[in-house]
């Protein structure tokens, strides 16, 4: 240390140029923090300091001693170069010639140029550190020749910027990098051999993990497809893409063949380097990875398309959200704050959640028009239930009106006319999406909706779960959130940040944190029902009932999730009765082929067990257990397997399931919402006895009930006249059960689009399969696309009307009321007064 500090004290020019890296690396570091408006310009900070040091090389003592590479020179070279070095950096976020490098480029290139600055003060430093130092700076010389040889079409035209203030001379500064490391390390080399040794190890060790990815990434190209032929050569009845995502490994390298072109920047076979820029159909920041560059380079593309990428992509990486559809660009947005305001209904095991969030739009140019695309995750059977946008200032609520509808006038309006809508629309697999436009740079968006959710029942206890969302990136919003609880929630667990304001109510301040959770005690149920248009609605407690049940077959569903011993324990158990798999035909399982069935079946990454192969449902029961990736039931549509499946929806007949764990696929998920199946769940050992039993879970749900397994709870349909209080909640949740099983029958050729289902949705006011929430700019927006003012509905729901609606007849008294309460009041001011 003692060396290195009169090596600085003696060359007060290489410190110097320590100070300016220091200086300019931290308002890179800073500004990178910043978002593109606030950060413009900072590259001139960097670029000014990188001009400086050059202007005093070029006039100053250096150069009056001439320009030869002397150990002490070359320093000053290097702390120049690393200078430069920075502020093109700096430079390609205003210029983008580089996506956002990955994480594991850029640690690279911090430890390059590391390295690169304390090899150039080697005499001065430990023998163990120069060794670690030339390792180092052997990759580094490496990287610096990438990025040179990259940079090549740009040489000829950058000789043309010089002329003007020289900022195209950052085009040649990694090739300057590379020939003042190559000098370096020969130089020192001639000293101690050692470090020319450690120079060349350090340039080899990437270079062998670069032909180690490269050989992965052709071994996962040609498996990709070597599974398409397969799956032609089989005649299979589901689509090429999906045998892909079964069967080809969850690596590193898999997800970026899938990602390249879309995500990672690739080489076009017509332009080398400067082709095959990302595809704007994946919302994923846009990155380079000089692996997936040599590796496009090097290899054909497999032979999937980029809307057979897209689909793996969202099956195996839930890359859903960064796969819907955009009008507009939403690069960037930015989720700036998040409203939580939650309502719990203990007794009645369900609660409201008003989510408000406000997005902001850092583009560099006050023209820029983007369009937020948020999905939000709900828990199981929850629905969303209001929708609100902030239109000049003013709270604009949602109509109710078919999906169709709203999104014809979204497009007519975002596509076209470029003015204030919002939309939300039901996805599969207890999601939601809302879409917002136009976010502008001169105004912030805000837009609400409303949750009505049950609560999960575990045990003795209530657990309420946050819905999260994905969509501008909100990692430094504000976060707001109160609890209110209505009825009894005892043993109430917050999480710590909340503090209770007055009684009742808790309320905490933080940056958003997406996964929290609320507990209370379960009280006893509420025997108060809600009351709407001559109709009753009322929880009560579910508790599951058995019924004589054998099985005359048994199907597993078989995957990656099955352990070897889940297996061995249940087909012990079934191996008696006729047992079948399913891999691209039914297949029965013996004791001669069960072991290598097993083997094959557990390497898939899902399964896609297809219902309608079974004949005869009444006397079937499938045995499942599933990770949380596979494709959609909305990702089959066109395919063999989804006319099959369609043709069986017609008539559908509820399959008993027995789900080891509670777990679902996103594809058993609907349909189990769809209730195709008569569900129920746990450990092999509840399943063994069942069978032992020979019984099964009783369906009970019917016409007039729908049961909310999560919660524990039914909700019962009746006529009835009576007053009722409970909140409206109760038959918004009804309403969306009671549609899921309407809409199976026909969830493919989408004919649920009736009249009876429409209004059964817009009595509710809820977002389902059938209906849409919109919020349009003005009434003659509304009337050109013919979405009328709902009416015999409970519209938006809010935090101060969640309880009974008044019947007519209730209206009839109010009125009363008042007229008497009026009456009195004007008498007696008409009185005359005693003197």
Same mark, same amino acid.
């Given at each position: 240390?003692?060396?290195?500090?009169?090596?600085?004290?003696?060359?007060?020019?290489?410190?110097?140029?320590?100070?300016?890296?220091?200086?300019?690396?931290?308002?890179?570091?800073?500004?990178?923090?910043?978002?593109?408006?606030?950060?413009?310009?900072?590259?001139?900070?960097?670029?000014?300091?990188?001009?400086?040091?050059?202007?005093?090389?070029?006039?100053?003592?250096?150069?009056?001693?001439?320009?030869?590479?002397?150990?002490?020179?070359?320093?000053?070279?290097?702390?120049?170069?690393?200078?430069?070095?920075?502020?093109?950096?700096?430079?390609?976020?205003?210029?983008?010639?580089?996506?956002?490098?990955?994480?594991?480029?850029?640690?690279?290139?911090?430890?390059?140029?590391?390295?690169?600055?304390?090899?150039?003060?080697?005499?001065?430093?430990?023998?163990?550190?120069?060794?670690?130092?030339?390792?180092?700076?052997?990759?580094?010389?490496?990287?610096?020749?990438?990025?040179?040889?990259?940079?090549?079409?740009?040489?000829?035209?950058?000789?043309?910027?010089?002329?003007?203030?020289?900022?195209?001379?950052?085009?040649?500064?990694?090739?300057?990098?590379?020939?003042?490391?190559?000098?370096?390390?020969?130089?020192?080399?001639?000293?101690?051999?050692?470090?020319?040794?450690?120079?060349?190890?350090?340039?080899?060790?990437?270079?062998?993990?670069?032909?180690?990815?490269?050989?992965?990434?052709?071994?996962?190209?040609?498996?990709?497809?070597?599974?398409?032929?397969?799956?032609?050569?089989?005649?299979?009845?589901?689509?090429?893409?999906?045998?892909?995502?079964?069967?080809?490994?969850?690596?590193?390298?898999?997800?970026?063949?899938?990602?390249?072109?879309?995500?990672?920047?690739?080489?076009?076979?017509?332009?080398?380097?400067?082709?095959?820029?990302?595809?704007?159909?994946?919302?994923?920041?846009?990155?380079?990875?000089?692996?997936?560059?040599?590796?496009?380079?090097?290899?054909?593309?497999?032979?999937?398309?980029?809307?057979?990428?897209?689909?793996?992509?969202?099956?195996?990486?839930?890359?859903?959200?960064?796969?819907?559809?955009?009008?507009?660009?939403?690069?960037?947005?930015?989720?700036?704050?998040?409203?939580?305001?939650?309502?719990?209904?203990?007794?009645?095991?369900?609660?409201?959640?008003?989510?408000?969030?406000?997005?902001?739009?850092?583009?560099?140019?006050?023209?820029?028009?983007?369009?937020?695309?948020?999905?939000?995750?709900?828990?199981?059977?929850?629905?969303?239930?209001?929708?609100?946008?902030?239109?000049?200032?003013?709270?604009?609520?949602?109509?109710?009106?078919?999906?169709?509808?709203?999104?014809?006038?979204?497009?007519?309006?975002?596509?076209?006319?470029?003015?204030?809508?919002?939309?939300?629309?039901?996805?599969?697999?207890?999601?939601?999406?809302?879409?917002?436009?136009?976010?502008?740079?001169?105004?912030?968006?805000?837009?609400?909706?409303?949750?009505?959710?049950?609560?999960?029942?575990?045990?003795?206890?209530?657990?309420?779960?946050?819905?999260?969302?994905?969509?501008?990136?909100?990692?430094?919003?504000?976060?707001?959130?109160?609890?209110?609880?209505?009825?009894?929630?005892?043993?109430?667990?917050?999480?710590?940040?909340?503090?209770?304001?007055?009684?009742?109510?808790?309320?905490?301040?933080?940056?958003?944190?997406?996964?929290?959770?609320?507990?209370?005690?379960?009280?006893?149920?509420?025997?108060?029902?809600?009351?709407?248009?001559?109709?009753?609605?009322?929880?009560?407690?579910?508790?599951?009932?058995?019924?004589?049940?054998?099985?005359?077959?048994?199907?597993?569903?078989?995957?990656?999730?099955?352990?070897?011993?889940?297996?061995?324990?249940?087909?012990?158990?079934?191996?008696?009765?006729?047992?079948?798999?399913?891999?691209?035909?039914?297949?029965?399982?013996?004791?001669?082929?069960?072991?290598?069935?097993?083997?094959?079946?557990?390497?898939?990454?899902?399964?896609?067990?297809?219902?309608?192969?079974?004949?005869?449902?009444?006397?079937?029961?499938?045995?499942?257990?599933?990770?949380?990736?596979?494709?959609?039931?909305?990702?089959?549509?066109?395919?063999?397997?989804?006319?099959?499946?369609?043709?069986?929806?017609?008539?559908?007949?509820?399959?008993?399931?027995?789900?080891?764990? *509670?777990?679902?696929?996103?594809?058993?998920?609907?349909?189990?919402?769809?209730?195709?199946?008569?569900?129920?769940?746990?450990?092999?050992?509840?399943?063994?006895?069942?069978?032992?039993?020979?019984?099964?879970?009783?369906?009970?749900?019917?016409?007039?009930?729908?049961?909310?397994?999560?919660?524990?709870?039914?909700?019962?349909?009746?006529?009835?006249?009576?007053?009722?209080?409970?909140?409206?909640?109760?038959?918004?949740?009804?309403?969306?059960?009671?549609?899921?099983?309407?809409?199976?029958?026909?969830?493919? *050729?989408?004919?649920?689009?009736?009249?009876? *289902?429409?209004?059964?949705?817009?009595?509710?006011?809820?977002?389902?399969?059938?209906?849409?929430?919109?919020?349009?700019?003005?009434?003659?927006?509304?009337?050109?696309?013919?979405?009328?003012?709902?009416?015999?509905?409970?519209?938006?729901?809010?935090?101060?009307?969640?309880?009974?609606?008044?019947?007519?007849?209730?209206?009839?008294?109010?009125?009363?009321?008042?007229?008497?309460?009026?009456?009195?009041?004007?008498?007696?001011?008409?009185?005359?007064?005693?003197?």
């Amino acid at each position: 240390m003692k060396r290195i500090t009169i090596l600085l004290s003696q060359d007060r020019l290489y410190l110097a140029g320590i100070i300016l890296i220091i200086i300019s690396a931290m308002i890179l570091a800073v500004t990178d923090q910043f978002t593109r408006q606030s950060a413009s310009g900072a590259f001139f900070f960097n670029y000014a300091l990188s001009a400086g040091y050059l202007f005093v090389l070029l006039f100053g003592k250096v150069s009056k001693r001439g320009l030869n590479l002397s150990e002490r020179k070359i320093g000053h070279i290097i702390m120049l170069l690393v200078l430069w070095f920075i502020s093109a950096f700096a430079l390609n976020r205003e210029m983008n010639v580089f996506d956002q490098s990955v994480p594991w480029l850029s640690v690279w290139i911090v430890l390059s140029s590391v390295a690169l600055i304390l090899a150039s003060m080697y005499q001065a430093l430990p023998g163990l550190l120069n060794y670690i130092t030339f390792f180092l700076l052997g990759g580094a010389f490496l990287l610096f020749s990438y990025y040179a040889i990259y940079l090549l079409p740009l040489y000829v035209f950058s000789i043309i910027g010089i002329i003007a203030i020289g900022i195209s001379l950052h085009t040649y500064v990694p090739l300057g990098l590379a020939i003042v490391t190559a000098i370096l390390i020969l130089s020192v080399s001639r000293q101690n051999i050692k470090m020319l040794y450690m120079a060349i190890a350090g340039f080899a060790l990437p270079v062998i993990g670069c032909i180690s990815f490269l050989i992965c990434w052709n071994t996962a190209n040609q498996k990709i497809n070597l599974l398409i032929n397969q799956n032609a050569l089989n005649d299979a009845k589901l689509p090429a893409w999906i045998n892909v995502s079964q069967h080809i490994d969850n690596s590193f390298w898999a997800e970026r063949i899938l990602k390249a072109g879309l995500v990672y920047h690739e080489v076009s076979n017509d332009h080398f380097f400067w082709g095959g820029m990302p595809s704007h159909s994946f919302d994923e920041p846009k990155q380079h990875d000089p692996l997936v560059v040599i590796a496009t380079l090097l290899f054909k593309k497999p032979n999937l398309d980029e809307n057979d990428r897209i689909k793996v992509l969202k099956s195996m990486y839930n890359s859903r959200h960064q796969a819907q559809e955009r009008l507009w660009s939403g690069d960037n947005l930015e989720t700036i704050s998040v409203i939580s305001n939650v309502k719990l209904f203990p007794e009645y095991r369900m609660a409201y959640t008003e989510k408000m969030l406000t997005v902001r739009n850092n583009a560099d140019w006050n023209w820029s028009k983007q369009e937020a695309i948020y999905t939000f995750h709900l828990s199981e059977g929850a629905v969303i239930s209001s929708l609100s946008l902030w239109i000049d200032g003013r709270e604009a609520k949602s109509r109710l009106t078919t999906k169709a509808t709203a999104d014809s006038a979204y497009h007519q309006v975002v596509g076209v006319e470029q003015h204030d809508p919002s939309v939300v629309h039901w996805q599969e697999g207890n999601t939601v999406t809302v879409r917002v436009f136009p976010c502008t740079t001169t105004e912030n968006r805000r837009f609400k909706i409303g949750i009505t959710s049950p609560l999960t029942k575990k045990g003795d206890k209530l657990i309420y779960e946050n819905a999260s969302f994905e969509g501008p990136q909100a990692g430094n919003a504000l976060e707001s959130m109160q609890v209110t609880t209505a009825g009894n929630a005892s043993e109430l667990q917050l999480p710590a940040v909340f503090k209770q304001t007055t009684l009742g109510v808790y309320r905490a301040d933080r940056t958003y944190q997406p996964d929290w959770q609320i507990a209370c005690k379960a009280p006893a149920l509420a025997t108060s029902a809600f009351s709407f248009a001559d109709t009753a609605y009322q929880v009560k407690n579910y508790e599951a009932k058995l019924e004589d049940f054998t099985p005359d077959k048994i199907y597993l569903d078989l995957n990656k999730s099955w352990s070897e011993s889940e297996f061995n324990q249940i087909w012990d158990k079934i191996k008696t009765r006729p047992v079948y798999v399913y891999d691209d035909k039914l297949m029965r399982l013996t004791d001669d082929n069960v072991k290598d069935v097993f083997d094959i079946m557990s390497q898939q990454n899902f399964s896609m067990f297809p219902v309608n192969a079974i004949s005869d449902p009444a006397r079937a029961l499938i045995i499942s257990k599933s990770t949380d990736s596979a494709p959609n039931l909305s990702d089959l549509e066109g395919s063999d397997f989804e006319k099959d499946l369609t043709t069986y929806l017609k008539v559908p007949t509820q399959i008993r399931f027995y789900n080891i764990g *509670n777990q679902l696929s996103p594809y058993l998920k609907a349909l189990k919402e769809l209730r195709i199946f008569n569900y129920t769940d746990g450990e092999p050992k509840d399943l063994i006895a069942l069978l032992d039993q020979h019984q099964f879970v009783k369906n009970q749900e019917d016409d007039q009930t729908v049961v909310l397994n999560n919660a524990k709870v039914m909700i019962q349909k009746t006529t009835s006249t009576d007053i009722k209080n409970a909140p409206d909640h109760v038959l918004r949740l009804f309403a969306y059960n009671d549609l899921m099983k309407k809409v199976s029958g026909d969830y493919f *050729n989408h004919n649920y689009v009736q009249p009876a *289902n429409i209004a059964e949705a817009e009595k509710a006011f809820i977002v389902s399969p059938v209906s849409s929430l919109i919020v349009l700019e003005t009434q003659e927006d509304y009337n050109r696309f013919g979405i009328d003012e709902n009416k015999n509905s409970l519209k938006n729901a809010s935090m101060k009307s969640s309880g009974a609606v008044p019947e007519p007849q209730e209206w009839l008294l109010i009125v009363l009321c008042l007229g008497v309460a009026a009456y009195v009041l004007y008498s007696k001011k008409l009185k005359p007064q005693n003197l």
